[in-house]
């Protein structure tokens, strides 16, 4: 299929548009996220969390409907949605898709990582621990021999460069093939697609202020908003005009940019948003008198500015669940959204001695505790202000946020993991709160699927008229079947489609493609 990439970016920027007149209504109302801490090679943990809620997913799915396969169902599973072979007679093998039961996925350090795999490229579960396990491998098997945790002589212990490769591999192998032409893909999700939300912090004059950047894969306004909030130039917003339409790559170095593992990112951003976020409000108003029609026709003046970035694991925002709260918040108003927030098992340590490196170490250890959120978030689920849902384990594992061993293959760290996550299971009313929260989401994903957006929500779904005599542009794209086939009834001829609508909207439907795996 012929990569419409300018078009889909064009669409984009008229995103808010579409939230505000499609998003306030019924079952897509309440929003639902799913929140990653930070916590270097422990994020293999929080994914294991994450298989197992979706296996309990798996498993009230299919005892309410035996037909529901998946959960693209009711729609059909497109190919290569997972790269891993033979899986389908594994038990542990889930094709219940995180990106179809959340609409925003965020994270910060390694799960920055894990959001950009499971939102941007839409990933298993299975897939994507199998992706975090070969990352790991090429990142923590490769310390430096000489480094020193010491702020007198910060050479790093990992390499910046090792880590971009490792990152761009993924990029390479799981980008969907709709925007194959691009060599340097961006972070962006399809519009009515779920959503991710990169968290990193961002140092300014000098690194004397750190503060909160959120990296976005959609627009981060809606209009009506914008225009009830000219004068504050964006109420709650945390970077409003920066960081849109960013390189994949960049968000995910300048996510997880650890200092003393990695360092700081230094990288140029486009900063001409502001304009661009100007220019779609004029556009706006062409797109309305003409509906159907959801292209913006945009030029965005090139800018550019520098910026430096690390990894925001290192800070209260190393649990990002509030965040993607307030994110949700200042977009979706008063929704009482429904937010799950997935640990590292952290252990609680003090760290004893008196050096220099124990002083560091002990102020980042502090600095980056996840429960602080936690508390601020148990209070919110209290006021009735969102539902919370917590998966970690407070005790916490004995595993060190670099620790791989043996260093190449990381077997060993992998099996203590394991070993960990299934004596947590075993826990007094753990297995009680997968239950509750997997019964909620599911719930919810059952009631959406009902819904005609469903079908954009699941597969990206789109339609481009092939009919010939089409008065519209060859690369004009409608979003729901709906408005397409009102396309065809009133600005088409019925002997332009010889009377058969069903087959017309087959022929012109697209989704978003899987990219295949490569012969090993
Ligand atoms: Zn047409």
New binding site residues.
Partial sequence: MAGPSTATRDLHLAEPHDQVARNEHGPWFQKIALSFDGGGVRGYWSLLVLQHLMLVIREIETNQDGTTRSSFHPCEKPDNVSHLPNLLNQTSYTPFLPCHYFDYIGGTSTGALIAILLSKFRMTVEDCLREYEDMARVIFGHPRLIHRMNALMPRNKYSMKILEKAIKEVIDRRVQVRIEDDTDPLFQTEIDTCRGIVLATQLVEGRVVAKRFLFRSYTPYSEKKRKNAQATDNFLLNNPHEGIRTSLLKVALAGTAAPFYFGHYHTVLSTAQVQAAKRVQTDLSRVETEPGRRKGKLHVPEGKSSYEFQDAGFSRANNPCHELYREIQSHHGDNVPVLVSIGTARRKESFVGEGAVATIKRGFHQLGDPEEVHGLMEGEGVRGSCVYYRLNDEDGINVDMDEWKPKKVGSITITTMRTKFNEWLEKDGVEDKFKECAKHLVRLRRIRMTTPRWERFALGQYFV?Q?QN???DRDNQWLDRVDFEN??KR??REEDYRGDLESVLNTCRRILVYRSRRPS
């Fill in positions: 008229c009919v089409c008065p519209k396309h065809l600005e088409h």
